[in-house]
């Protein structure tokens, strides 16, 4: 089973608003990641979890903040965003994070997505 | 740091023909780990397929195939017999080192016509 499980499906959200995007994984993985993506782009990473740490922020304005409360759960927290944040947010997860000869622990696995309108 | 080229920005074909997706990469890690994922149009990027830099074996699974070949840094992906439920964008992407981030090309559309 390779299922990432992400709530909501679709968000439609204010720029006062508050609002979580959550992502779940029951594989044992201990790497997650969260993605944003446009229109008819490629994906781009915004944050990598290794053991429930924040071990990359591909300075992301701070209107989103991640959190990992166990090694099962991701979410990604938003306030005050603007229309430009409206995308596709995907959550993947992996085994680890490193390690790198003859492994399958690096293949992130991804979620469905919740797809962001702000207004 | 790597460069994933998809030159092919969108391609269309008929049901039952053949097509080939082209990626070209760029990196100077001599271990790197390539992939192509698959993006219906529900929005979820389906894994594919993985190739080590030290591992030029081809492979085929079913109606899909790669050709790897360190020489042209290339990672070609065909789909034979193509169907209606191919269609997708095709994204190729590189991770180099002991960094965890992919770096996607900017990915291929592709339809498949009844």
């Known amino acids: 089973d390779t299922e990432v499980t992400q709530t909501p499906k679709h968000l439609v959200m204010g720029m006062t608003n508050k609002k979580s995007l959550k992502c779940e994984q029951h594989m044992g993985h201990r790497a997650m990641y969260w993605y944003k993506q446009k229109a008819k782009k490629p994906p781009e990473l915004m944050f990598v979890y290794s053991y429930e740490k924040l071990s990359i922020n591909e300075s992301v304005p701070s209107r989103f903040s991640p959190e990992c409360p166990n090694s099962s759960l991701l979410n990604l927290h938003l306030h005050a965003l603007q229309p430009e944040d409206s995308a596709l947010y995907l959550c993947?997860?992996?085994?680890?994070?490193?390690?790198?000869?003859?492994?399958?622990?690096?293949?992130?696995?991804f979620g469905a997505g919740t797809r962001l309108s702000v207004l | 740091a790597q460069k994933v080229t998809q030159a092919q920005t969108e391609i269309s074909v008929v049901e039952k023909e053949d097509v080939t997706l082209d990626c070209v990469y760029e990196?100077?890690?001599?271990?790197?780990?390539l992939f192509w994922y698959k993006q219906p149009p529900s929005g979820e990027l389906v894994f594919l397929i993985r190739?080590?830099?030290?591992?030029?074996q081809n492979e085929i699974s079913g109606r899909y195939s790669w050709n790897f070949q360190k020489s042209t840094s290339s990672f070609n992906f065909t789909i034979t017999a193509s169907q209606v439920v191919d269609s997708a964008v095709y994204f190729c992407a590189i991770r180099t080192g002991a960094n965890s981030k992919l770096t996607f090309g900017k990915g291929i559309t592709l339809s498949v016509r009844p």
């Open positions: 190739r080590n830099s030290f591992d030029e």
């Open positions: 993947a997860s992996s085994q680890r994070t490193e390690g790198l000869v003859g492994l399958a622990k690096n293949i992130q696995y």
């Open positions: 990196t100077r890690d001599t271990t790197y780990y």
